[in-house]
């Protein structure tokens, strides 16, 4: 037993990372049932419902200490984030979630009430975005909290959108604004330290209401997926953005078999989330490239749909498909061409 | 913040239970879809899914040091284990499992071979099962490891039983045997302790290999589901059997608002989980009652049914239905009558 834990025989999981373990576990897997349409490997699994709907499915599990820090997370907002986080993985399917169920686990430092706080933030969610909870599973746990929620949505059948579309010369286009969930996770971090180190000193969060609010309280494009039917716009791959640009676009590259050119110039990056990167001597296009947990949607579209999109406040069109053998590439204010790597988030 | 953690003006989680905070937050849980027939309270919860059929969906959350203990449980086990108790919850609703979602945490304390060995596990259930693994979600957690697994099946719509319709006179029936859970868990902790103390000592586990397995790698009764189809038994109540017969039955009882007597010398239970018990100075009565964990199937069916099940060898009649005024009775082999009262697990 002890055998196969830490003993340097065998790999340690932070070799393979988190999108190395998926991928290995993967391979042995086997479907039985020809109404499984989608297993691993999109933002949500599809299953048969009916004639004219396929079932969607999606998974997230949250802990305290790696995914949230309830030093500065109020527990309600963590309600309400764990339940969004959960929905923008239906809509990244073109989809409109109707059920969650979740799985709740918490330590006994927390009362009833903190329980009901945690609570009304999930049920605020649910009422925002018309969501049922409709069942779960409760325990306790030695140590901390974690959070597991399952959403379970639909999707026209011929309205689907999988990461695994996008066709050379499409458009690649984004919603909202990049990088502000970021730079608010940096602030509540440094208002942390300098807390533990003086818990007299108040915390310095004025005047970064948009960009904390990014990071304690986003929101899912419920709304995008309104915009798409309105504007009779059928995306030719889409993914959430929760593990920052970069991720996001090599999924839906590797995916779809091509390559990209982003234009760094065209990425949307709110001021407040460029004014806080430049005071943390970070550069705001890696913030938007890299920093996550912005849960804006990733999308491409032909390029015959350009006037659908170019002036729309929501959407910004920041590179277009390119042939496999051009790799994935950002091209920089400057015009230098810089190789897309994914950095994300490395849980392991 | 802190306010709403421990604290004596506040409410601590162990004053309500389990079952008690279920009920305390299902109070504020609204539904926005028609499409949701049943939402918490039930095996599993209930979607529309065509004319024909519903979707069911249950959620379990399994923790190191609370469900679990890894000095014991050989990672195979614990991987095919964590999804038989939950296709145990879709079989209860005399329904099909087809799918599965699992969120998985481990500490950097296991290798890519442990979580190979969970998998595998994991695999194998969802082969004897027939489901496919559609999806989920990997993270780090600071100590121990959380699997969270929810399970998606369908049902046809005139065959769904639900634990709310037991009727008066209706005979209560039970599958298999109960109480060797419990044991296999006794003798387990039993040998833990021995090698806690002197780790040169072997563990005595001989002559329990019914017992342990049930405990270690429990089975879900999907061929009484089949069984049910063959014998054209329609029960009007089910639950399956994870926290003890009392607490089930009970469920059964007070969701269908009816009382309940029950036959001491009519619950079956094997006789190496006999010889057990009573070499641990236990009754096995008792651990039949509140042992927890043996994945049986508990219902109802009408009187008229009694020649269907009675001289089948995965069925015990273990008592009937009475109005409610006469509550939930368990009659010993004496003829004493004793009120049943749930014991079960209670985590918090």
Known sequence: MSDLFQNKNFTPLSELGEFGLIEHIQKNVKHYHSQTIKGIGDDAAVIEKNDTHYTLITTDILIEGIHFDLIYSPL????????????????????T??????????????????????????????E???????????????KGMVINITAI???????????????????????????????????????????????????????????????LKPEARKDIIEEFERLNIQPTSMIDISDGLAS????????????????EEKIPIDHQTYEKAREFNLDPTTCAMNGGEDYELLFTIPLSDYDKVKNHPDFSVIGY????????????????????????????
């Open 248 to 263: 996001e676009i090599l999924h839906i590259c590797k995916q779809s078999n091509v390559g990209c050119e982003i234009y």
């Open 128 to 142: 925002k975005y018309q969501v049922d909870l409709v069942g779960g599973d409760t325990s306790t746990i030695h």
């Open 76 to 95: 309600k907002h963590l309600g309400y984030k764990a339940v969004v986080v959960n929905l923008s993985d239906i809509y990244a399917m073109n989809g």
């Open 153 to 215: 949505g639909e999707v026209e059948k011929n309205k689907i959108v999988y990461r695994n579309g996008a066709k050379e010369k499409d458009l690649i286009v984004v919603t909202g604004d990049l990088g502000g969930a970021f730079m608010g996770l940096k602030i509540l971090e440094r208002e942390k330290a300098v807390f533990l180190e003086n818990p007299k000193i108040q915390p310095d969060l004025e005047g970064n209401d948009y960009i904390l609010e990014r990071q």
């Open 97 to 126: 979630p109707k059920q969650i169920v979740l799985s709740l686990a918490v330590s006994n430092r927390f009362t009833l009430e903190a329980v009901e706080e945690l609570y009304a933030g999930i049920l605020l969610a649910c």
């Open 321 to 348: 498909i390119t042939e496999p053998s051009k790799k994935f590439n950002l091209i920089s204010k400057s015009g230098t061409v810089h190789p897309i790597v994914a950095q994300g988030w490395k849980h392991f």
